[in-house]
């Protein structure tokens, strides 16, 4: 399994961008995802609603998490009635 200077390098060298710039670029994105996921958690404990949801993370993200949800709530009532 690759290490994670293993992929910074990488990067580095295939995006012809500096180790500061990837590393950065690496912080913003998973501080991006931290955020989707958070807010996605808050509103599927409906803490927030549909609206706000989208409004800070996008629609897409929204109905994504909306059908993995149903997904899990589908596959958790098959199981109960096995």
Do not use: C, P
Request: glycine content about 4%; overall charge negative; cysteine-free.
């Amino acid at each position: 399994m690759e290490s994670t200077l293993n992929y910074i390098e990488t990067l580095t060298a295939e995006t012809h961008k500096s180790e500061s710039e990837v590393i950065a670029m690496a912080i913003e994105t998973g501080v991006k995802q931290m955020w989707r996921e958070h807010i996605l958690g808050r509103y599927l404990r409906k803490e927030i609603s549909r609206f706000a949801a989208i409004e800070q993370i996008g629609i897409d993200w929204v109905e994504f998490a909306e059908h993995q949800h149903e997904a899990v709530l589908e596959d958790l009532a098959w199981a109960r009635s096995s």
